[in-house]
């Protein structure tokens, strides 16, 4: 059985995808070394993005409510690594959990 060690989440911005001066958000979590990145189907402003600390600057409702969103979906991921935890055993891929664990229409 496979036990977790590592587990972080951090949120980032995919410019490369972006249009029209806003970028999607994206979580990327990481679990024993192992990376999935999670589409949060929110876009924001890349001017309103704080890439040092992975959230938007509190400068707008917008970036604040976004804010608290990112926090509750860090706290979700948390609570669900228990489950992530039971689920390694079986050696399913972590991207694989992910995705299929977290569906980002559910939010």
């Not at 804010?67 to 694989?96: A, M, P, T, W």
Request: contains cysteine; hydrophobic residues 40%.
């Amino acid at each position: 059985m496979k036990a977790i060690n590592t587990f972080s989440v951090h949120f980032n911005l995919r410019t490369e995808k972006g249009k029209e001066g806003k970028a999607p958000v994206y979580a990327a979590i990481k679990v024993n070394g192992e990376k999935a990145m999670l589409a949060l189907k929110h876009s924001v402003a890349t001017r309103c993005w704080d890439v040092r600390k992975g959230m938007c600057k509190t400068t707008t409702v917008e970036g604040r409510k976004l804010n608290i969103y990112l926090e509750e979906v860090r706290q979700v991921l948390g609570e669900k690594s228990r489950f992530l935890y039971l689920h390694l055993q079986d050696n399913f891929g972590i991207s694989k959990i992910i995705r299929w664990r977290f569906p980002a229409g559910d939010r």
